[in-house]
């Protein structure tokens, strides 16, 4: 070592040292092993695949003709419809006051149709979609409990959704939009209820405020001022008459079902109740 060189020259020599030549003879450690991801995830699939192959056919898309047949609304006579999946479930099971119902079941029934314009559906045909997708998911069976008209005993009833009978418009009904009301004796043509209007009918009070939204024209007068006006000053029975037209109940699912009392034997009659195994398996 030369006496003359500092410690920083034995460094910087140190640091510009050639390489020890490699050991050809000396094996270098093989790198780790790596996942093969695309691998994994097409046994994860395929495993998948296996274990819901019976399920597949049970949450297939299943087309089904509705009452009003679109002659009234969009054109729209039938639509595709699939059973509750376990998220559906899951946004079902999230209600928690009476108040969020309604718009849950708006999401799943949304979530639940294929090519839909909600808004434009009529309020009869979501009904049917409703049970539809209930006795898609659950199955037809339907335990209720009905109190007797007569008695007022309790009845166990088990309904099957499947057997409810369902009434369906046709074109000729397409063109029964309009009324002549008894008293008045003047012409009315409405339109039907769809769910973007189910907001303006939630109580009593507020389908009778909002009967005006479902005319057109009366004796063909459009202007809002007058049909309000009619509808506030004409007698009960043209707005009885009126109300019924436009909220007929001879199309869709009929949901009355009739029973003989098990205490009494009397006959009685009631509509088929959405209560809170409604959307479970019985």
Known sequence: MSENKSIIDLAREAGNAPEAPMNPHHEQPAPPPQANSSQEDTSLKDTLASLLEKVEDKIAWVSVDLPTAGVFTNGVGSVEIR?????????????????????????????????????????????????KLRELSYGSRYDIEAECNDCGAGNKLTVELDKLPVNYATLEDSRSTKILLPDSEVEVEYTVPVASDEKFLTKTEDLMDNLWRFVKNIAGHKERMIIQGFISKTTAKDVTVLRSAIFNTDFGLQTRVNFICNECQSDSVIELPINEGFFDVS
């Open 83 to 131: 059973p509750f999946t376990f998220e559906d479930e899951k946004i079902l099971r999230s209600i928690k006051k009476v108040s969020d119902a309604g718009n849950i079941i708006n999401t799943l029934v949304s979530r639940c149709t294929k090519n839909l314009n909600f808004d434009d559906l009529a309020l009869t045909d979501k009904n049917y979609i409703l049970f």
